[in-house]
């Protein structure tokens, strides 16, 4: 059996989906990626889910391919 992430859906390190932290970030009315993590809602520790979570404020997903980012995100 494969252990290969076959999709991203979440931040790790906060064990949040990307759509709970849109609700989450609907319900604080915060707009931008640099919001959540000064809110300590995601992103805050290693990272990895920026880029994600950018994609997921241009796109409206909330699952995604690895790799499949932002590529306008830099940190
Ligand atoms: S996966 Fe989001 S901060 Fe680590």
């Known amino acids: 059996m494969s252990r290969r992430?076959?999709?991203?859906?979440?931040?790790?390190?906060?064990?949040r989906t990307f759509e709970q932290i849109?609700?989450?970030m609907d319900?604080?009315?915060l707009k931008t990626l640099q919001e959540?993590?000064?809110k300590k809602?995601?992103?805050?520790?290693?990272?990895m889910c920026r880029p994600y979570i950018s994609?997921?404020?241009?796109?409206?997903e909330f699952e995604f391919a690895p790799g499949e980012v932002d590529p306008?995100?830099?940190e």
């Open 5 to 15: 992430i076959k999709t991203v859906t979440r931040c790790v390190c906060r064990y």
């Open 22 to 24: 849109k609700l989450l």
């Open 27 to 29: 319900t604080y009315e």
């Open 36 to 38: 959540v993590i000064d």
């Open 41 to 47: 809602i995601a992103g805050d520790n290693c990272g």
């Open 55 to 60: 994609n997921m404020l241009k796109t409206g």
């Open 72 to 74: 306008d995100y830099h």
